[in-house]
T-cell receptor, first 116, second 111 residues
Framework: DTGVSQDPRHKITKRGQNVTFRCDPI?????LYWYRQTLGQGPEFLTY????????KSRLLSDRFSAERPKGSFSTLEIQRTEQGDSAMYLC??????????????FGPGTRLLVL | DQQVKQNSPSLSVQEGRISILNCDYT??????FLWYKKYPAEGPTFLIS?????DKNEDGRFTVFLNKSAKHLSLHIVPSQPGDSAVYFC??????????FGKGTRLHILP
C-alpha cells in the first residue's frame, strides 16, 4: 500500500531562485491538496485539485506560486523568485471524494524548504 | 481569526494514564472533525474522525467526543503509551472542502 509521496524531502535554495516540488497522491484518490506549515502552526491550506481541475486557491498563494495537476494524477507546486518568508514545510494530501460529503485527507511526508 | 483553537501548546501525561487533548471551534458550519498526529520531519497521520451527527467515536485506544452546543471536541487516549508522544492537530471540515487546522498540542508521555 503506497501512501502519498513527495519529492524532494528537503530543498535548500538561494533567494530569487525557482523551486518545484512534486506530489504523488494515493492512486485512486481524485482530490489533491497543498498545504504550508510553519513552526508552531498547523498546516495552512494553499490550493486543491479535483482530478485535473484546480478548484480553489488561498489568498496565501501569491502570484509567485503556481500548481498543476495536468493528468489528474501527480501534482507540482512551483515557487518563482523565492523569498526567505517562503521557508516552510510544504505538505501534500489526497482524498477520495465520493457520494459521502465528508472526506479524510491523507498526508505525504512533506518537503522542507529553506530559502537562504 | 482562528476558527479551530487548541489552547494547550503542550501536555505531559504519565505512561498508562489517560491523555485528554482539547479543541474548540467557532464556525458552526463545520460538520466533520479530524485528529491528526505528527512526528518531527513527517507529515500528519490521520488518527480518528467524527461527524457532526455523532457525539462519540471510538477506535481502539482513541476516542473522540464532540459537544456541538459548546463547539468543543476532545481526544482521549487510554492507556497512554510512549509512542503516543507527538504533536496532535485538531482539524475541521466544512462544506467548502477545506480542512482548517488548529496549532497543535505537543503530548509528552512520561515513563
Amino acid at each position: 500500500d503506497t501512501g502519498v509521496s513527495q519529492d524532494p524531502r528537503h530543498k535548500i535554495t538561494k533567494r530569487g531562485q525557482n523551486v518545484t516540488f512534486r506530489c504523488d497522491p494515493i492512486s485512486e484518490h481524485n482530490r489533491l491538496y497543498w498545504y504550508r506549515q510553519t513552526l508552531g502552526q498547523g498546516p495552512e491550506f494553499l490550493t486543491y485539485f479535483q482530478n485535473e481541475a484546480q478548484l480553489e486557491k488561498s489568498r496565501l498563494l501569491s502570484d509567485r506560486f503556481s500548481a498543476e495537476r495536468p493528468k489528474g494524477s501527480f501534482s507540482t507546486l512551483e515557487i518563482q523568485r523565492t523569498e526567505q518568508g517562503d521557508s516552510a514545510m510544504y505538505l501534500c494530501a489526497s482524498s477520495l471524494m465520493g457520494l459521502a460529503a465528508q472526506e479524510t485527507q491523507y498526508f505525504g511526508p512533506g518537503t522542507r524548504l529553506l530559502v537562504l | 481569526d482562528q476558527q479551530v483553537k487548541q489552547n494547550s501548546p503542550s501536555l505531559s501525561v504519565q505512561e498508562g494514564r489517560i491523555s485528554i487533548l482539547n479543541c474548540d471551534y467557532t464556525n458552526s458550519m463545520f460538520d466533520y472533525f479530524l485528529w491528526y498526529k505528527k512526528y518531527p520531519a513527517e507529515g500528519p497521520t490521520f488518527l480518528i474522525s467524527i461527524s457532526s451527527i455523532k457525539d462519540k467515536n471510538e477506535d481502539g485506544r482513541f476516542t473522540v467526543f464532540l459537544n456541538k452546543s459548546a463547539k468543543h471536541l476532545s481526544l482521549h487516549i487510554v492507556p497512554s503509551q510512549p509512542g503516543d508522544s507527538a504533536v496532535y492537530f485538531c482539524a475541521a471540515n466544512g462544506r467548502d472542502d477545506k480542512i482548517i487546522f488548529g496549532k497543535g498540542t505537543r503530548l509528552h508521555i512520561l515513563p
